[in-house]
């Protein structure tokens, strides 16, 4: 079945830091990929997705490759904020293609916790 | 209001009681789901709803059950609580065909003691 891989956690960096957050997954098909991210009390917000190999997905300075050829979907952010503080999840959607719809189904990663310092 | 609301927020119950999360939406959308998150395992799927008539086990629904009450209700009951199922829960909704990505309420924490 699909599987999402992300790196272990928790990353600690201090503000302004480069952010890598590693992952990898395995589906059959041409699944969309996605990036969520949990504020502390809060549900997941989606943070930012691609939909076929090579899109780039970004959002609010992070930024993710769709690269089929790796199976991965890395997310990075050039300086991270304080703010950034959050746990990130990595997901695909099994695309279907049952007469061209998506059964939208999403399959997560365990989560990577991200805490930044001033 | 948000669009996907969950209730209760926090829960507390015993061992061997019933208990329904419930999950009410005014997206729009036609799909639903529940979730659990527990630490290190990310986001499990119990159950899923492409509409009203349409209900799904997902990985982990032994000892859960579902109730799709209209377009924009779905809950989730524990019909014999167990200390196992301690718990975040989410409910999250999406839209039918182009993978938007999901919307999620803000969660159900349980305990069962």
């Known amino acids: 079945g699909d599987s999402v891989t992300q790196m272990e956690g928790p990353v600690t960096l201090s503000e302004e830091a480069f952010l890598t957050i590693n992952c990898t997954y395995t589906?059959?098909?041409?699944?969309?990929l996605f990036w969520y991210v949990q504020y502390p009390g809060e549900g997941l917000q989606l943070l930012l997705k691609?939909?076929?190999?090579?899109d780039k997905g970004s959002n609010k300075g992070f930024e993710a490759t769709y690269r089929k050829e790796t199976t991965s979907f890395h997310l990075e952010k050039g300086s991270v904020q304080v703010s950034d503080s959050a746990v990130y999840f990595c997901?695909?959607?099994?695309?279907?293609?049952?007469?061209?719809?998506?059964?939208?189904?999403?399959?997560f990663g365990q989560g990577t916790i991200l805490t930044v310092h001033p | 209001d948000a669009d996907v609301t969950q209730t209760p927020r926090n829960r507390i119950t015993k061992t061997g009681k019933r208990i329904m999360l419930e999950c009410s939406q005014t997206?729009?959308?036609?799909?639903m789901y529940w979730y659990r998150q527990d630490p290190g395992l990310g986001l499990r799927l119990i159950y899923y709803?492409?509409?009203?008539?349409?209900?799904n086990k997902g990985e982990i629904s032994d000892g859960y059950s579902v109730s799709r009450q209209a377009q924009a209700k779905f809950s989730l009951s524990l019909e014999s609580a167990i200390p196992n199922q301690t718990a975040l829960y989410f409910c999250?909704?999406?839209?039918?065909?182009?993978?938007?990505?999901?919307?999620f309420g803000s969660g159900t924490r349980l305990t069962v003691v």
């Open positions: 999250a909704t999406s839209i039918r065909g182009l993978n938007y990505g999901y919307t």
């Open positions: 589906a059959t098909g041409y699944p969309s």
């Open positions: 691609a939909t076929k190999a090579d």
């Open positions: 997901a695909l959607s099994d695309a279907g293609n049952a007469g061209g719809t998506s059964y939208g189904k999403l399959t």
């Open positions: 997206k729009g959308h036609d799909r």
């Open positions: 709803s492409f509409d009203v008539k349409d209900i």
